[in-house]
């Protein structure tokens, strides 16, 4: 029986076939069709967003709070080129996304015609795969090969530009089942002989180190738990990159904590002095890496990544395992535990005690005194009085994101949604509302700037017209906090254009929507006023008034090793040579 | 030990100025990507090859497999080694992508272009085309009293060696195919 349907019914069809319950997007004439058929079923709810870009992010923030797949439904010309950003974004942070753009007739595409854009053409290098759809005969075969493609390997956004006649006219439907998925079917075992080579590396490794990222959390569930069983079993230290918090627990006790630029100086520096580097699902992204030529010198390096074009692209390693994380891990603890469970554990215990010597620096201390709140007392507090709740973290990009990721502490997996990679300010507004649509009850708090969080101010629309109790903690330094400590560093303090002038009243802004506002500048009233947050039943704008002029420390200065991190202000003199300030 | 073997200072201008770990030497490959002949194919090469700022020295395209939908994209390009590695990996995360053969590696193979050659002159100069383009087994696909233009087949070199024949004897115009390769023996 084939089943004859109109290209909007088959969009909506196949969505649901596909298990989607939350659509993000805005409408607009060349995806009235789609929006038509949406309006009269019950199944997927549609979340209108303010801006395109916030439809984005919030399926980004969906999608890594669950696991599956954010979907986006926006219109042609402006409302696919506001995506963009958000595409980018999900392609660097490997998010699996399908967006869903309307486009002028087939019969007009190329005349110019009114809100036409070559999407496919713009969106080509910022999507993994992207197709525009001429004929609705084609279009459910297409649908479900863009949700393999976005899901199957290193997962990413993927992008179908639907002309609108292809929406009116009928066409026969194809289940998920039986609708070819092409060839595109990237391998997950890794190579037992790789994974053997690993186990003995293992076996000898007198300073080892595991090193995770992004892909653990992307592999799903039980490639976390896998990584905790290999840590708990060998004793590894285990430190992450910014994507792969919350993987490994921060309350387990192989956390040395996040490493990189603003990272923990005892996991750089574990990382400078190892001599077996398990790098899993990460990238060496040179946030992480530092100085190359100065990466880790002595170390064996294994590389554990899904996408092949990850291994030897920054950094030679040893041992290459293209596969699944997940899979891979599962292989390597067999083989690992059927030849003894081996480590040289009286060498790692000593190994231990050097970690703990430069855990003792106390990397991330800072003094709170006097009468203005420090950024790093807020989260500490936040954290605090947040932690025992089931809490979802998004945050905008900048200082107040590395603190966040050095203060508070996450022990779950999807727990922590920030824009690693793009480094996209005005990420984290519309990426908290994605995840409190897939998870209502549960408290979702956005870390932001307050110039980040301008940037997608209007989502608060969205925010309250579907009772969204988000909460954003802005931290309210008045400046572009990071560009202003670069240009500390590195500019000769000429502040250019790195404050923010002109800033609404927070509280009234929010009240203006509707919503609650709350300022705080005395250290005192914090706890009562965060309290005070997480007790309202319904988004809160939270303008916490910080030191204006702090640094995030620690940090490993452009052009410079692990080994040679900046703990405090005092040690900032001349640090940064010419050569290193060309970098970003 | 030092593993990496990285040129000392190799990153020092920028971030993203990641040196070769393998070695500096820039080599010629010959890459056969069998690709699904789908709109936009070809762009997702070209803007992989531009966007990550690797060489194109010569690249052709045809479809190859018409019941499968299946095109070959010839490319030669150059590069360290470590890029030359990037490149296949790039190339063959891309969706449309089936396989990536590296034809300089992979064994013996064979690699042809063609070209047509216009060459205008009369007397002496005309004469001397002629004789050399037997040398070189050009064929002669259309002539006039003052011109001639070959059709000449073999590798890139051979035919910059007869342009550069052409050249004094009034070469007009060039038009060239770039590279096609297939590897030698039974293997497909």
Known sequence: MTRQMSGAQIVVKALKDQGVDTVFGYPGGAVLPIYDEIFQQNDIRHVLVRHEQGATHAAEGYARSTGKPGVVLVTSGPGATNAVTGMTDALMDSIPMIVLTGQVPTFMIGNDAFQEADTVGITRPCTKHNWLVRDTNELAKTMHQAFHVATSGRPGPVLIDIPKDVQFANGTYVAPAKADKGHYNPRVKGDMDRITELAALMETAKKPVIYSGGGVINSGKAASMLLRELADATKFPVTSTLMGLGAYPANGDKWIGMLGMHGTYEANMTMHDCDLMICVGARFDDRITGRVDAFSPNSKKVHIDIDPSSINKVIHVDVPIIGDIGHVLEDLMKVWKSRGRKTESEAISKWWGKINEWRAKDCLAYTQEGKIIKPQYALQRLEALTKDHDRYITTEVGQHQMWAAQFLGFNDPNRWMTSGGLGTMGYGFPASIGVQMAHPESLVINIAGEASWLMNMQEMGTAIQYRLPVKQFILNNERLGMVRQWQELLHGERYSSSWSEALPDFVKLAEAFGAKGIQVSDPDDLDDAILEMINHDGPVLFDCLVEKHENCFPMIPSGKAHNEMLLGNASTEGAIESGGAVMV | ?188
């Open chain 2, 1 to 188: 030990m030092n593993a990496l073997r990285i040129k000392k200072g190799a990153s020092r201008k920028s971030a993203y100025d990641l040196k070769s770990t393998y070695g500096d030497e820039i080599e010629t490959h010959t890459l056969a990507v069998l690709v699904d002949n789908e709109a936009g194919v070809l762009a997702r090469v070209i803007g992989l090859f531009s966007g990550r700022g690797y060489n194109i020295e010569s690249l052709t395209v045809a479809e190859t497999d018409h019941a499968g939908h299946l095109s070959r994209i010839t490319v030669v390009t150059t590069g360290t080694p470590q890029v030359i590695e990037q490149i296949k990996a790039q190339l063959g995360r891309l969706v449309p992508v089936h396989d990536v053969h590296d034809l300089t590696v992979e064994g013996p193979s064979v690699e042809r272009e063609l070209a047509l050659i216009k060459v205008a002159g009369v007397g002496e100069k005309r004469v001397e085309a002629m004789r050399t383009s037997e040398v070189f087994r050009a064929n002669v696909v259309d002539s006039t009293l003052e011109s001639f233009v070959f059709e000449i087949t073999g590798s890139p070199e051979k035919i910059d060696a007869f342009v550069e024949m052409m050249r004094p004897l009034g070469l007009v115009e060039v038009a060239r195919t770039g590279v096609a390769a297939i590897m030698r023996g039974n293997a497909g």
